[in-house]
């Protein structure tokens, strides 16, 4: 739930996206300077319909409507200057690009086999290494 101050100031809800479209909702409400708060009430439960056509089974759609996202707001976090944001932004983009195409590469980044290799490499503290090899 938002409140209506919310909407106010960020705007409406992109309508226009298939996929990512409350991801970039969110991302609009924090560089707005609105925060968010998790409140636990017993009983309370977020439900989810899982059904053959839901759009989270085909992650290379989901990853190109990401993109898409990604490279909509990508002016506005690199208006506030904030070089961690617009670093994290512009990765995320590049492995995104890498996971919709056929390769190596996409197996390494999108899971699978691959993910306790890089549980030990992040122990081993070579996760920032591994990432300018893999992500160029």
Partial sequence: MFRRSVFE???NWNTSLRAA????FVLKCVLAGSYFLYH???GSYALVRIHGNNTSRDAKWVHEQEIK???EIAA???STGNIEAI???RNA???LSLMTKKSWRNKL???GPFDSVKKVLRRAGLEKIAKRIFYK
């Fill in 93 to 95: 983009i590049k492995a």
């Fill in 76 to 78: 506005e976090i690199e």
């Fill in 40 to 42: 636990e009430e017993p």
């Fill in 9 to 11: 100031k960020v705007g």
């Fill in 109 to 111: 980044l999108s899971g």
């Fill in 21 to 24: 479209e409350d991801y970039l």
């Fill in 87 to 89: 670093e994290t932004n």
């Fill in 69 to 71: 996202m990604r490279l």
